[in-house]
């Protein structure tokens, strides 16, 4: 008979199982899936609630547990670079050197202690729960320790030891306060223009969490059924566009659940509204979403054209991403047609069309708000890499479009390099083309600039922000 193993020996007090908490076991798995698959919090998150709903049930897991959940994997995401730099500090090696497990549960056990009104005690305790049981009871007290150090300042106290002073380098005291990559913030402050107010006021929009806006899809819904939801209220400035001020499940509103209205930025919801009501010269029969994909535009601009007995071609090179968009647009009141084909080597004739919608790839970089882990996968050398693509794509549409017609290139990027350089470019191997002031096509928004081009802000508009162009083939 083999010798039983001895228990090591303690101090003498009982061993206790740790406790565990549905709520931060959930936050951890989601920043675990954002780190190891480079997945998005927005679309890991609802599959884990529903799985944390249903295995609790609603007495032990309810809405306000969801909403703790969700804090805790945006508010941990969007600090990300602010706790590292405190962690660095209280960490008694390089971070990089951190396991990645254990930096996320230090970076969740920061967050309660530094950006939310949970007690120091509480936070710490729970986090160190936490620890044992996703990491084991030796690196719980690592993560103990760690956490017992930053406890001792509150978050200003802690940005005045590891903010460089803005007299010395103001985009690396903006990088920090503001936790985003410093490149991130040399390239916010050039599009924005001005002095520190507004890339101050444009970085505290990025970290706030947006409301949830929901289009009405002209002929198949409508605003006034939509306001009959619970905190609902009107948009800002696009028609269709209802806000949910107290977040809530977009699924569960019959329109969203049947497809005849659907969750879209006001932001995307312009960039549609302005195409559509660009002036033609001749006919309006025919438009094409050359990037059509995941069909959220492709939905309203379908919507819109039907009004009007036009015919939309909805084009996506991705095969399963055309799917969602012949989703998206099943039960469209007028014609379209749903193809997947690359908008760079078009599957139609020269000059088909009469207006065409190009929202093309991009660093993604004014959907910080919905994406934050965005702002640090992201690298400069990225923009090299949509560069090519995004310019293909403007040219492309321009040759898709009869004259007389209207392209709209519209980017989820306020960078330069992917907005406003693309169609000074493009615009210089096509000479027979004018730029159409966009600013009058959407009435009522404020802070539009110069023309004739539209750039949009979170702090501003409250949206994403989305840049437009509009461009009218001459000859």
Known sequence: ???????????????????????????????????????????????????????????????????????????TL????????????????????VDP????????????????????????????????????????????AVL?????????????????????????????????????????????????TGVEELLRADNERPEVTLVARPGRATTEELLD?????????????????????????????????????????????ALANAPLDGPDRRWLDGCAGPGGKAALLGALAAERGALLVASEKQTHRAGLVAKALDGNPGPYQVIAADGTRPAWRPGSFDRVLVDVPCTGLGALRRRPEARWRRRPEDLEGFAPLQRGLLRTALESVRVGGVVGYATCSPHLAESRAVVADVLKQHPHTDLVDARPLLPGVP?????PDVQLWPHLHGTDAMYLALLRRTG
């Open 447 to 451: 802070d539009l600039g110069d023309g």
């Open 101 to 144: 497990p254990v930096l996320d549960v230090l970076s969740l056990g920061a967050h309660q202690l530094l950006g939310t009104r949970i007690p120091t005690h509480a936070a710490v305790s729970a986090t160190v729960e936490l620890a044992r049981v996703v990491l084991g009871d030796g690196r719980a007290k690592f993560v103990n």
């Open 1 to 75: 008979m083999s010798e039983q193993p001895r228990r090591a020996r303690t101090s003498g007090k009982p061993y206790r199982r740790p406790k565990k908490d549905p709520v931060r076991i959930l936050a951890f798995e989601a920043l675990r899936a954002v780190d190891e698959r480079d997945a998005y919090a927005n679309l890991v998150l609802p599959p884990l609630l529903r799985k944390a709903r249903e295995k609790e049930g609603p007495d032990s897991f309810d809405a306000r547990d969801a909403a703790l959940a969700t804090e805790l994997v945006y508010g």
């Open 229 to 273: 939801e619970d905190a609902a209220v009107r948009g800002h400035w696009s028609p269709y566009a209802v806000r949910l001020t107290e977040g809530g499940e977009p699924g569960a509103i019959a329109a969203v659940r049947d497809g005849r209205a659907g969750v879209q930025d006001e932001g995307s919801q312009l960039v549609a509204i």
């Open 78 to 97: 969007r600090w990300q670079g602010t706790y590292d730099a405190v962690l660095g500090t209280c960490v008694d090696r390089p971070l990089r050197e």
């Open 148 to 196: 017992r150090k930053v406890a001792q300042h509150d978050l200003e106290g802690w940005l005045e030891k590891v903010a460089p002073p803005y007299d010395e380098d103001p985009e690396d005291h903006l990088a920090v306060v503001h936790s985003h990559p410093r490149w991130v913030v040399s390239a916010l402050w050039d599009s924005l223009g001005g002095g520190r």
